[in-house]
């Protein structure tokens, strides 16, 4: 087994002129038949030495000790042959011989600090160039399903008052709850902030089907599957003939679901959700999209290796009910450096649903909203999703493009097949990427925008 | 409900069947039904015909909802007591349920 290793050595003139040559010249290596023979280590000469100063003599530590032509000790690297780490000698010559491992980004899970900001996201969409050509969520709605939003938090944070249509919003029916954009600042103002990334100017539609309890109504419907059905009624009846009637596209944003089957009925039963293509909303979702309606759900956050703690450590057939829908796009999450997050659900989705899910990937964990505190990062898929609806509005801004003439199904295609894969992953679908990350330059040039 | 984590309002009872939480109104316990009408939506005592229920069996303030209406299937909340039995139609009757309601929760940040 060829086992690597980085040897510290004396200096010599080879390791000099190499270490000098590399101060210059990036392609620099090591001249192998130069150097002092080390038993045992076969070195690599690709890699050229690296000047070590006086090693352990910190009082002799300048800046000068480390020019190659005064540094005591050079690191030089190479390999082993051996079938296990533990025969590997300390020594080899004049060498001592250190481990060379392989070394990865820590992947970031649910504890781990923003990366990057949302102007990271932005550049990474290229949303200047969406705004060159008034691809800017124009003319479009853009619903926020979740636990309602507040605008005045939007306002502050954005430094501009956002659009939002609050005759075109949703109430929940009872006792008279907080008008459109005045809910409490929540996951949903989160969600409606990273919208505005990609769409500015997108009228927001407030759908607040989690967090419309209110004491006294005598109807606890909030936070259950049939607010977000009775929510969709509305959107259609109003698409059709109502106030969302209005708007050149329509496009719903959704970062809702369930965590874990046991939420549900039993398995096996006919009535259930999770795993029922015929549940009547994962059939109402569906219908929602060839009403022209573009919409979108998170994968989850039951991704391996750190799901949330209400996963229950089931992290395979993690995508479930309209998350699994064919119709919907389906969002996963990465990083402002295209990592997939380690939450992240992957797919195949839950069994008897479609399984080729997620679709593609979108930006989350970064340094957004601060809904949930100053420093904390917009994150889970949740934050994926609706950057991932900014872009889907942006492109519905283009007047060649109306629903009518490019159906939801075919922008949704377009979406996949121009998504980006980041170097290493295998072409076509993969469970944790979908078909890639979002690219809409790309999708730009695809539809001729 | 709350949208984090699984505490339950008072409100919400356990349930002893097949779903932890069930739809609640003025104490009594709603299940999710769906319809069939191929001509126009029904309104609530149209709903109520067809399930063979009255109309105060039916939760007024959700009323009838669209779910296809090209194909005519639309849902309504009935009082668990008075839903009616199963279809023995299951392909093609006009009514079907109850279905499942179960807690949905935001995928926003993570509970560790």
């Not at chain 1, 969302?244 to 039993?266: E, K, M, T």
Request: aromatic residues 8%; charged residues 15%; hydrophobic residues 40%.
């Amino acid at each position: 087994m060829r086992i690597p290793v980085l040897l510290i050595v004396p200096q010599h003139k080879s390791l000099q002129m190499s270490a000098t040559t590399a101060a210059t010249k990036t392609a620099a290596g090591l001249d192998t038949t130069q150097t002092p023979s080390y038993p045992g280590v076969t070195l690599d000469a690709t890699f050229a030495a690296v000047p070590l100063g006086a090693r352990d003599d910190a009082s002799v530590l300048t800046m000068e000790s480390f020019q190659p032509e005064r540094s005591a000790y050079f690191a030089v690297r190479g390999h082993v042959e051996a079938n296990d780490v533990t025969e590997v000698s300390q020594r080899a010559g004049d060498a001592e011989i250190f481990a060379d491992p392989r070394i990865a980004s820590f992947i970031t899970c649910g504890g781990t600090p923003p990366l990057g900001n949302a102007a990271a996201v932005a550049a990474k969409l290229n949303v200047p160039m969406l705004q060159g050509k008034n691809l800017d969520g124009r003319k479009v709605a853009l619903a926020i399903v979740d636990t309602g939003i507040n605008l005045p938090y939007l306002t502050t944070k954005l430094g501009r008052q956002p659009n939002l249509d609050a005759r075109a919003s949703w109430s929940p029916p009872g006792t008279p709850p907080p008008p459109p954009g005045g809910w409490p600042v929540n996951h949903g103002t989160m969600c409606a902030f990273d919208t505005q990334i990609a769409a500015p100017q997108a009228a927001l539609v407030d759908f607040p089907v989690l967090n419309a309890h209110y004491p006294g109504s005598g109807s606890y419907m909030s936070g259950t599957l049939s607010a977000a059905l009775a929510a969709y009624g509305f959107m259609l009846s109003s698409r059709a003939s109502g106030p969302l009637s209005r708007y050149q596209a329509l496009v719903a944003s959704n970062s809702w679901g369930i965590f874990h089957p046991s939420w549900d009925f039993p398995a096996g039963h006919p009535g259930r959700y999770c795993d029922n293509p015929r549940h009547p909303f994962n059939l109402q979702i569906a219908a929602v999209t060839r009403a022209g309606i573009d919409v979108l759900f998170a994968a989850g956050n039951c991704g391996a290796p750190c799901a949330d703690t209400r996963c229950l450590g089931r992290t395979t057939g993690a995508i479930m009910g309209a998350s699994a829908v064919q119709e919907v796009l389906t969002l996963a999450g990465c990083d402002t450096q295209d990592v997939r997050v380690g939450y992240s659900s992957q797919g195949p989705s839950i069994p008897k649903m479609y399984q080729q899910k997620p679709d593609v990937t979108s930006y989350t964990h970064f340094l957004g909203s601060e809904a949930f505190g100053a420093g904390t990062p917009d994150s889970g898929t949740s934050a994926a999703c609706p950057v991932a609806a900014g872009c889907v509005a942006a492109l519905r801004s283009s007047p060649k493009i109306p629903p009518a003439t490019l159906t939801t199904a075919s922008l949704f295609n377009n979406i996949r097949n121009n998504a980006r894969k980041t170097a290493g992953l295998p072409t076509g679908w993969d469970r944790d990427y979908g078909f890639g990350i979002i690219d809409p330059p790309a999708i730009v040039a695809a539809l001729g925008l | 409900m709350r949208p984090w984590g699984s505490e339950r309002p008072a409100a919400l009872e356990f349930n002893a069947g097949p779903c932890d939480f069930v739809y609640v109104k003025d104490g009594a316990p709603f299940v999710l039904m769906t319809l069939t009408a191929s001509e126009h939506q029904p309104s609530l005592g149209e709903a109520a015909d067809k399930l063979g229920v009255s109309l105060e069996d039916l939760d007024s303030q959700f009323g009838v909802v669209p779910i296809d209406p090209e194909k005519g299937t639309y849902a309504v909340q009935v009082r668990s007591d008075k839903a009616p039995a199963p279809s023995t139609e299951p392909e093609s009757g006009e009514y079907h349920g109850p279905w499942s309601n179960p807690k949905i929760a935001p995928f926003g940040p993570l509970k560790r």
